[in-house]
């Protein structure tokens, strides 16, 4: 028996060993390489290259990322070098460039070199007009058929606007008639020898000076062509031609033309509004109906000198792209929401006929903007306008103007609202950078700041009893006429300012 133990114990071992030492059936046929238990001779070969091939492909999406990064970093740079060749190869239109800037990774300058050929002699002038294919006849409503506002006198220049067909005229059509100001007796007329000089302008930049805060600033690095091709056009009040008559030379021409170096002084007669800023707004947007024989023009603000020619400008901003309407972005707003909050802050207006002229906005479905609104910005920079005279054109210009005659006179807040109703693909309009738009002309200072009691105003109620003085009577009767929809529940959007000088 003892004897068995041992053996049976030993049988068992060499059992077992013989098993280890069998080489298990494989399924290569089946299973292949990574078939279970299978340890090939050139396994550990195998399986370095595998890791060393993942790595690879790893370490080359690295390499490629940061390809991809450096070329982008060298595109926001060459739009931002001082060097000739570098801002030559710069394509500040790119979608690319546009994300980039709209992502924040291009740092925004106060002025930087404008992409203009090199002689305005050498541009090529395009024979006729952009086509109008989207609407095909554009007329405008000439008299004021509703009662008088407040026993009023005369009709209002911008017409009795109701609800209605304020939303109708936003519904585009081949044949619309729309208000567009200029209401038969409301105020604005020029006079006759005024009339007849601008119907030969087909070429026009503009410019306006109202209640007497500017002096003419002369346009410099104007060629000859463009004098030539250009009439340069000063709208006045009648309180600024007194004030420029006092503080410049005037020269009168055999005509009665009245001219202050290159620019011919328009004067406009009985202001159609009791806010100055608000009549400034007249020749700006609707230039089309102040010289309605003009094909192109440039709208530059009064402050402002001109310091490139003209015809570069049109060159630049319509030719080249196809566009017909053109203007800067705001140098910190995108956002209307922010725009208004900020027009708050520097009591550019009441407060709350602010609020209110965004609830109805946010009532009717204007949200802040982003990255999805399909618009670079909703806030430009209106100081310079450049335009061709098209019926799309002027139709939006007609819908700016009216939005600015029913509810406040700042048009920042009124511009990216027309765009989205009228539909960002019908209305193709470029906003063009902020840096290049201060590098159009030279700033200069008011010649007295800007007041009114109504920009105070911190609530409704001060409208009250000896306040309702400050009532516009012929202007913003938008914001006094009730609404058709319950503005009570609607919030406005949180304001994050995203700019310390916003």
Not at 80 to 99: H, M, R, T
Not at 238 to 249: A, M, Y
């Amino acid at each position: 028996m003892e004897s068995e133990v041992p053996r049976s114990v030993a049988l068992r071992s060499n059992r077992r060993g013989e098993r280890s030492n069998q080489i298990p059936i494989s399924r290569d046929d089946q299973d292949g390489f990574f078939s279970p238990g299978k340890v090939p001779a050139d396994y550990p070969i195998k399986l370095v290259w595998k890791r060393g091939f993942v790595r690879l492909v790893f370490v080359a999406g690295i390499v490629w990322m940061l390809l991809i990064l450096i070329v982008l970093l060298f595109h926001v740079w060459s739009c931002q070098s001082s060097y000739d060749f570098f801002s030559a190869i710069c394509n500040k239109e790119s979608k690319v460039y546009g994300l980039l800037n709209t992502w924040g990774f291009v740092q925004q300058q106060h002025r930087c070199p404008i992409p203009v050929v090199d002689d305005p002699n050498k541009i090529v002038i395009p024979e006729g007009k952009t086509s109008d294919s989207i609407i095909t006849r554009l007329s405008y409503i000439t008299d004021d058929d509703e009662p008088l506002n407040n026993g009023s006198s005369s009709p209002l220049f911008g017409g009795h606007i109701s609800w209605a067909e304020r939303e109708e005229s936003f519904k585009i059509k081949p044949s619309m008639k729309v208000h567009c100001g200029f209401i038969r007796n409301g105020g604005a007329e020029m006079d006759p020898n005024d009339i007849e000089y601008v119907k030969k302008c087909r070429f026009v930049v503009a410019s306006g000076i109202f209640d007497g805060y500017d002096v003419p600033h002369q346009p410099s690095n104007i060629s000859h062509r463009s004098k030539e091709l250009f009439c340069f056009l000063m709208v006045v009040d009648e309180v600024s031609l007194e004030f420029i008559k006092e503080n410049t030379t005037i020269r009168t021409d055999s005509k009665g033309g009245q001219w202050v170096g290159i620019w011919r002084l328009i004067p406009l007669k009985n202001p159609p509004y009791d806010e100055p800023r608000r009549n400034g707004k007249v020749p700006k947007i609707l230039t089309h109906r102040l010289f309605p024989q003009a094909q192109y023009s440039i709208w530059i603000d009064g402050k402002m000198e001109l310091i490139v020619d003209p015809l570069l400008l049109l060159e630049r901003y319509l030719w080249r792209g196809e566009n017909t309407f053109a203007i800067a972005q705001h140098k910190h707003h995108r956002n209307v929401y922010e725009e208004a909050d900020a027009n708050k802050r520097r009591k550019r207006y009441a407060r709350p006929l602010i609020d209110l002229h965004m609830k109805i906005y946010r009532y009717e479905g204007i949200e802040p903007w982003s990255t999805k609104s399909g618009t670079i910005s909703d806030v430009p920079e209106g100081a310079v306008i450049i335009r061709e005279h098209t019926a799309l054109s002027n139709l939006f210009s007609c819908l700016w103007f009216n939005e600015v005659h029913l509810f406040t006179p700042r048009d920042q807040l009124s511009f990216g609202y027309v765009v989205h109703k009228l539909g960002v693909k019908p209305f193709k309009h470029f906003m063009f950078p902020n840096c290049e738009y201060n590098s159009l002309f030279v700033l200069h200072p008011h010649t007295r700041e800007h007041s009114s009691k109504v920009e105070w105003v911190k609530s409704l109620s001060e409208f009250k009893g000896k306040g309702s003085s400050m009532k516009e009577s012929r202007g913003g009767l938008g914001l006094w006429t009730p609404y058709p929809g319950d503005l009570s529940s609607v919030v406005l959007p949180k304001v994050v300012r995203t700019s310390k000088a916003g």
